[in-house]
């Protein structure tokens, strides 16, 4: 005898959810997570303080974006919540002062940890392309890669896969050469060696 059919998860289920723990809803199932560990942390704060300044404060950079640690998204009945997320000025003039947005991002990047990973490529990746995101960012901290995507309909198209401590221009942040290596918890960012 089964349970039946189970009941798609609701906000008022994210809502619920002890401080400790990301939350998210995809394809009516209720994702939970333990925050994730040092590696994936490392990478998250580096390269949203590589990208913070040239883009979203147009310091030494285009600027040109908001960029979001975090953002919940609510997209139909999903709701995601990528690492990073950009959005271009043209299309959000300002940051509305709101608890999730419903306007899709131009750029989403997910730090790839072992319980996310599979989640990461394929789901969210889908309803990404489904909502209208332009690029998404896979970063591995533990392999040490960058996948760089670009949305053409709903598909998406591979620009390139960078590791180690390549510099690369990635789309849509070309303007700024990223150093893979800056990303990486190393031997010497884990004990504090200059």
């Known amino acids: 005898m089964g349970d039946g059919p189970k009941r798609p998860a609701t906000y008022e289920d994210l809502l619920a959810l002890p401080e400790h723990v990301v939350g998210q809803i995809v394809d009516g199932e209720l994702i939970v997570m333990p ?5 994936h942390a490392v990478t998250h704060t580096a390269l949203l303080a590589e ?20 953002p919940e998204l609510h997209f139909r009945k999903d709701v995601l919540v990528p690492d990073l997320a950009g959005w271009r000025r043209e299309r959000m003039p300002e940051i509305p002062d709101v608890p999730y947005f419903n306007l899709a991002p131009d750029w989403v990047c997910e730090v790839l940890s072992p319980s996310t990973a599979s989640l990461d490529r394929a789901k969210k990746k889908r309803i990404y ?15 040490r890669t960058l996948e760089v995507f670009r949305r053409d309909g709903e ?18 942040f070309e303007a700024l050469e990223l ?16």
Request: glycine share 14%; no cysteine.
């Open 129 to 143: 392309a489904r909502e209208g995101v332009g690029h998404v960012w896979l970063v591995d901290p533990k392999a």
């Open 51 to 70: 990208l913070f300044n040239p883009f979203h404060r147009g310091r030494g950079g285009p600027g040109g974006w908001w960029l979001l640690s975090e």
């Open 179 to 194: 150093v893979l290596g800056d990303l990486w918890l190393t031997p010497e960012v884990k004990s504090g060696a200059p």
């Open 35 to 39: 925050r994730p560990a040092s590696p």
């Open 155 to 172: 598909r998406w198209v591979e620009l390139g896969t960078y590791s180690g401590d390549e510099r690369v221009r990635a789309e849509p």
